[in-house]
């Protein structure tokens, strides 16, 4: 904490190359250190945005990402995949 406020901690990437997908092991992975290594354990939340580097002609409209949110007090993770802007469902 930081003066009495929560810290967030927020990862954000993207992929280098515009053909190049975002990977879902990668975001396992990176859950997964979030959780277990002790340099994360002082935060009070966490985020991941991974995004693929095209984006359509609005400029806001990542062709895929994945996302996820963690809250440790509550032991959750909240993930999301999105293709073109809409929601892909496991």
Do not use: C, Q
Not at 9 to 28: N, R, V, Y
Not at 63 to 79: A, F, T, V
């Amino acid at each position: 904490e930081a003066k009495g406020i929560p810290l967030r901690l927020t990862l954000t990437m993207m992929t280098k190359s515009p053909e190049e997908l975002p990977d879902e092991a990668m975001l396992a992975e990176l859950k997964e250190d979030m959780k277990t290594n002790a340099v994360f354990k002082d935060f009070a939340a966490y985020s991941i945005f991974l995004y693929s580097n095209l984006r359509w002609r609005d400029g806001l409209t990542v062709h895929e990402m994945y996302s996820s949110w963690y809250n440790p007090l509550r032991g959750l993770w909240s993930d999301e995949h999105r293709v073109d802007g809409s929601d892909v469902k496991s």
